[in-house]
């Protein structure tokens, strides 16, 4: 091996290369503060307690190996200006390497069938619905006032379910085989969520040709705008939600605008040939660190 590599959605993972005394790069999805921040209201009383407690050693931990590392990296520039914050370095030494997305198994269904499925629109949420930091909780509250204006919308939550009880027209279909399926059954994809380093499930929508709508929870509030695939919400109220949704749904030319940027944008910035240029530039930096 020439060099070691930590691969992992928070720092504190690699005190391992740290402590192998070898050059290693790092490809970070976050900062422990920054998810912290966003799980932390909802948490048990017994779990706030236990992460206040470890909080000074997880983050010492951190600081460590993004310290010790010959080369940083980040998944988004939303992620680049958290990790470079935690680490205490100049944003600008941080790089970015792009979350690839399989641009072949997700991808759009015919524009006919996409059409047709809009007269029976259908959201979809994918991801851990019973996570806080995914606040599915926002997505129920306010779907009610979506159904009361567009009475045959229907919202589908994939991935494990919420504890909460689910609002008529939600259906909870947990585990699936084929994520890439159920967003082609879509008219629009909805994330909720009150922090994302990235939100891979975002770019994987916009590559299946299906819209987004997103609160402004980091890396997918970055990736909405710069494709032009999606809304990005200006605050986290339900009401800022439903209205969305139901604007969203009731202009069919502009959503399917967004369908065609979407994908345009990911086989653009999230192929897999994408990541592969920028990770034999990375490893060359690393090997010349």
């Known amino acids: 091996m ?12 690699g005190d391992g290369a740290l402590r192998s005394g070898r050059p290693y790069g790092a490809w970070i999805g976050t900062s422990l503060s920054d998810e912290w921040e966003a799980r932390r209201p909802h948490l048990p009383a017994t779990r706030r307690l236990a992460l206040a407690l470890n909080a000074p050693l997880l983050l010492r931990a951190e600081r460590r190996v993004l310290r010790g590392a010959a080369r940083l990296y980040a998944t988004s520039h939303w992620s680049q200006r958290s990790i470079a914050a935690a680490a205490g370095v100049d944003q600008e030494t941080v790089g970015i390497l792009p979350i690839p997305v399989d641009v072949e198994q997700f991808h759009p269904a015919p524009d006919d069938e996409w059409r047709a499925r809009l007269e029976r629109p259908m959201a ?13 909780r926002l997505l129920l509250e306010a779907w009610p006032q979506v159904r009361a204006r567009v009475p045959e919308a229907q919202l589908r939550l994939v ?17 699936v085989a084929s994520v890439a399926d159920e967003l082609r059954d879509a008219a629009l994809f909805v994330l909720p969520s009150l922090q994302e380093g990235f939100g891979i499930v975002v770019a994987e929508a916009l590559a299946s040709g299906v819209p987004v709508v997103v609160t402004p929870c980091g890396g997918p509030e970055e990736l909405v705008r710069a494709s032009g695939g999606g809304v990005v919400l200006a605050d986290f109220e339900p009401g800022t939600l439903a209205d969305a949704l139901v604007a969203a749904l009731e202009d069919p030319a502009s959503l399917g605008d967004r369908r065609r ?13 994408r990541l592969r240029e920028a990770l034999a530039a990375a490893f060359a930096e690393l090997d010349d660190a």
Do not use: C, M, T
């Open 2 to 13: 020439r060099s070691v590599w930590v691969v992992a959605a928070a720092a504190s993972y």
């Open 124 to 136: 979809i949420f994918v991801g851990r619905a019973d996570d806080p930091r995914k606040n599915v």
């Open 159 to 175: 991935g494990r379910p919420p504890s909460a009880q689910l609002p008529a027209g939600v259906e909870a279909r947990g585990e």
């Open 261 to 273: 940027l979407g994908r345009a944008y990911v086989e653009s910035h999230h192929s897999p040939a």
